[in-house]
């Protein structure tokens, strides 16, 4: 029993991780229609701040989730500021170099965290409360990891009740259709596209400082994260939120399952399941 639901545990948190990252990619594309690699950045930049603002605290449950949204508000504030000094200059213009912008921006981010916080590896505690595990079935889950997962459905929950059920949403999908008809009808889409790219950015510094106590902060974290994050986009569809979910989950306990039965395919489990995926669905899960 423990063969089979371990690395679904396992393979649940990380999924839930990775939709965190990837539905703010997805958002900013299939509203901005960029590819943006700065994202990683703000995944990076989110795990630091949190880190600065857990040092020397009691970390309690409560106050480490006051943290992460704290940091997702920082990060959203990082995010509004490169949108509107970098992005709102280079909208119409060829995709090609608002993709090699945002890179540019990934290693300036990168740079500034080496620089802030060091090359020094650095950890994040797990919350008081959370440090232990669950036992079932003879075995102990991670008490963590159910916490994460639980966290990323409800994120994701309020998501798609945002963009599907309110007002806001609906004019956001309205600018992701047609940018100009929504203009020419009175509607901000300049505002529109700097608001979606702030909920972006919160969402992967949510998503950074959710990750820190499973992983080493360095200021080339977000580098690893966001390369998995665009797989998860692509395989599930470019600009599908419920298709990003859907291959977070696939796969992440294809990657889960295969290293944990075949450990030789750690590191390369999680790609493998990105071709197998693209070959049955070359054009995305929910495309």
């Known amino acids: 029993m423990s063969a089979v639901l371990l690395p679904l545990v396992n393979g649940l948190s990380q999924a839930m991780l990775l939709f965190l990252i990837a539905s703010g990619l997805t958002l900013v594309f299939g509203v901005l229609g960029i590819l943006n690699f700065s994202h990683g950045a703000f995944f990076m930049i989110g795990a630091y701040v949190g880190y600065s603002l857990i040092q020397g605290q009691d970390l309690s449950i409560g106050y480490f989730f006051l943290v992460v949204v704290l940091a997702g508000i920082a990060v959203g504030l990082l995010g509004m500021l ?112 700097t608001s979606v790219f702030i909920a972006g950015a919160f969402l992967a510094g949510v998503a950074g400082l959710i990750a820190a106590p499973t992983t080493v902060l360095t200021p080339t974290l977000g580098m690893t994260f966001i390369i998995q994050a665009f797989g998860a986009v692509v395989v599930g569809g470019l600009g599908s939120i419920p298709g990003a979910l859907v291959a977070s989950v696939v796969l992440s306990l294809i990657d889960s399952y295969l290293t944990s039965f075949v450990p030789s395919f750690a590191g390369v489990a999680f790609f493998f399941g990105m071709v197998i995926m693209l070959m049955i669905k070359p054009k995305g899960i929910l495309a």
């Open 82 to 193: 490169i949108e509107v000094i970098v992005l709102r200059r280079i909208y119409k213009v060829d995709e090609i170099f608002a993709l090699i912008a945002t890179f540019a921006v990934l290693l300036i981010l990168e740079g500034g965290a080496h620089q802030i916080w060091g090359a020094n590896y650095l950890s994040v505690s797990f919350p008081q409360g959370l440090e232990g595990g669950l036992n079932l079935f003879d075995m102990v889950i991670p008490a963590y990891s159910i916490t994460v997962i639980v966290i990323g459905l409800v994120i994701g929950a309020i998501i798609y009740f945002t963009l599907q059920k309110t007002s806001f949403g609906k004019l956001i999908r309205a600018a992701a259709a047609d940018a100009k008809m929504t203009n020419a009808l009175g509607v901000n889409v300049p505002m529109i596209y």
